[in-house]
């Protein structure tokens, strides 16, 4: 029940392209998913978040669509550039653990 | 704005010796979580502190350790080290429940 999964595991996108990432989760005491990105030597750094009560949350280029009752969430990147090429976790997380369930990432290459 | 500062970077220890892992959290924020990050393991929680009292536990076995202090900086330790535990050992900060934000971490290899 603690478990989010995410696919795909690796995406190549042109540039330009929307590229999307899906998750999906069973704990249903989750209240709170992020997506971070990562780049290699570095942390993962939170890009955006929704809560449950949304539907669809959009930062710039950047947008979550929210599905309560199926529990998926997937991150869309629109106009895809080069430098959106990193590794994407999804992650949940509840108000009794205070922690972050992550997904297994996805590895995204936007081509130029 | 200062951010999440873990130290050192980098680590290589043998088996059986023990580290000690350091992380100075943004100001303000009072909540410090670990996580183990592998190839084949992903990103897995190990323990969160509030306010130097430990509030969760991943499951890890009892070798993992960690405290906070009054400042909030945190740390985790290590004991016996096992090739397995060659990781990217990640601290994650929070004013509150939501909101984390991670350091670069610290690399451990065991040989």
């Known amino acids: 029940q603690q478990q989010v999964k995410q696919s795909p595991q690796s995406l190549i996108v042109q540039k330009g392209g929307i590229s999307i990432i899906n998750c999906a989760y069973e704990?249903?005491?989750?209240?709170?998913f992020p997506w971070y990105q990562q780049f290699p030597g570095k942390g993962p750094a939170l890009l955006i978040a929704i809560r449950p009560d949304v539907s669809e949350k959009k930062e710039g280029r950047f947008t979550i669509s929210f599905n309560k009752s199926a529990k998926q969430f997937s991150l869309h990147i629109m106009d895809s550039q080069p430098g959106d090429s990193a590794t994407y976790f999804c992650?949940?997380?509840?108000?009794?653990?205070?922690?972050?369930?992550f997904g297994a990432g996805t590895i995204l290459r936007v081509k130029s | 704005k200062a951010g999440v500062t873990q130290t050192p970077r980098y680590l290589i220890k043998t088996r059986g010796q023990q580290v000690t892992l350091s992380c100075s959290p943004i100001?303000?924020?009072?909540?410090v979580s670990w996580y183990q990050q592998t190839p084949g393991q992903g990103l897995q929680f190990l323990f969160e502190?509030?306010?130097?009292?430990?509030?969760n536990k991943g499951n890890f076995p009892g070798r993992f350790s960690g405290r906070q202090f009054s400042n909030s900086r945190s740390e985790m330790n290590v004991s016996t080290l096992e090739l397995g535990d060659s990781a990217l050992y990640l601290c994650a900060t929070s004013a509150g429940l939501y909101g984390y934000t991670f350091g670069s971490g610290t690399r451990l290899t065991v040989v």
């Open positions: 502190y509030f306010s130097e009292t430990q509030r």
């Open positions: 100001s303000g924020h009072r909540s």
């Open positions: 992650a949940a997380s509840s108000p009794y653990g205070n922690k972050l369930v």
């Open positions: 704990n249903t005491a989750f209240d709170y």
